[in-house]
């Protein structure tokens, strides 16, 4: 019984302490909390990165591929052709990368 007396007088308390408690902890560590927004922001970061090699990337492969088709670029062509076949022309020392 007097446990129960107790309780009704400090139960606004205990109330607001559970409540604030449990307020802190989800903003902290809930899945909006304070952790996950910085996890996210690294994450974002990791993949605009990635999207900036990719993008240059793909700008180096339509290049080369607009070399060879739209307007033949005959020193690429030369080049990538010696590249390839390991071919030079007589008298000609090849050196390999």
Excluded: H, P
């Excluded at 993949?47 to 607009?66: D, F, G, R, V």
């Excluded at 690429?76 to 390991?86: D, G």
């Amino acid at each position: 019984m007097v446990f129960l007396k107790k309780f009704n007088e400090k139960k606004i308390t205990i109330i607001s302490i559970f409540l604030f408690l449990y307020v802190m902890l989800n903003l902290i560590d809930g899945e909006r909390g304070l952790i996950s927004y910085f996890e996210k922001k690294n994450l974002i970061a990791d993949l605009s990165q990635k999207e900036n090699i990719l993008t240059k990337k793909l700008n180096l492969i339509e290049k080369k591929n607009s070399m060879l088709t739209d307007v033949i670029d005959l020193d690429f062509l030369e080049t990538t052709y010696r590249k390839k076949f390991m071919v030079g022309k007589k008298e000609e020392k090849v050196f390999v990368d």
